[in-house]
């Protein structure tokens, strides 16, 4: 993946989840899942195949890997999908970048 690609993968993820986290809200017998295990259902809801889901975790993977030196959201989406730090930290850095 390219930084642009990684970054709008990782935006599509993080939309995903919110609205899992919403559905979860709502109905209680629905479990919350950590971005880990998002990462998982949302492609194999993309997807469906084994391979294909995989694949793409490799590529995210991959891309956290050579692109957290440079890029401060991605390097956070790491820290969050390694449980490094708690999901709503995302939150509190992008507040921090818009002042």
Do not use: M, W
């Not at 990782?10 to 295990?37: F, G, N």
């Not at 993309?46 to 694949?55: A, F, N, P, V």
Request: hydrophobic letters at 35%; charged letters at 35%; glycine letters at 2%.
């Amino acid at each position: 993946l390219t930084l642009k690609a990684a970054r709008e993968f990782i935006d599509e993820l993080y939309a995903s989840k919110a609205r899992h986290d919403e559905r979860c809200a709502q109905d209680a017998k629905l479990l919350r899942e950590t971005v880990e295990q998002h990462l998982y259902s949302y492609l194999n809801t993309k997807y469906g195949l084994k391979q294909l889901i995989t694949r793409d975790v490799d590529a995210c993977l991959d891309a956290v890997r050579r692109f957290s030196a440079e890029d401060n959201d991605v390097a956070t989406f790491g820290a969050i999908l390694r449980n490094e730090v708690d999901e709503p930290f995302r939150l509190v850095q992008r507040q921090l970048k818009e002042t």
